[in-house]
């Protein structure tokens, strides 16, 4: 069974750090794009950032460069995204997802080469 665990949301003040946890199961993780995204509440789903298991390769959204960092640990077959700075724009549901696919170091996965979703994890970032 294919499964993306997300974890690792909850409430905390701005300027505030949060990790969240994306554990994959059931699917070749290596050789899979693994991307973060965020659904704020009437605001459309948007990619925040990306990391090639194969090669590496990091995206991030200009919302976010500089202060979200995307990294996977081989062991755990999880990918982190641990946010620093936080500001209450970042309150959203954020989902981790899957994609057999190939990236661009300047290309965030599109949502139509997703191919697992795990299911969300809700931050929220106060004022």
């Known amino acids: 069974e294919v499964q993306l665990q997300a974890s690792g949301g909850g409430l905390v003040q701005a300027g505030g750090s949060l990790r969240l946890s994306c554990a994959a199961s059931g699917f070749p993780f290596d050789d899979y794009v693994i991307g973060w995204f965020r659904q704020a509440p009437g605001k459309e789903r948007e990619g925040v950032s990306c990391i090639s298991r194969r090669d590496g390769t990091k995206f991030y959204s200009d919302s976010v460069k500089g202060r979200f960092t995307i990294s996977s640990d081989d062991a755990k077959d999880t990918v982190y995204l641990q946010m620093n700075s936080l500001k209450p724009e970042d309150t959203a549901v954020y989902y981790c997802?899957?994609?057999?696919?190939?990236?661009?170091?300047?290309?965030?996965?599109?949502?139509?080469?997703?191919?697992?979703w795990g299911q969300g994890t809700q931050v929220t970032v106060s004022s």
């Open positions: 997802a899957g994609a057999w696919t190939v990236i661009a170091p300047s290309e965030m996965v599109p949502e139509s080469e997703i191919d697992y």
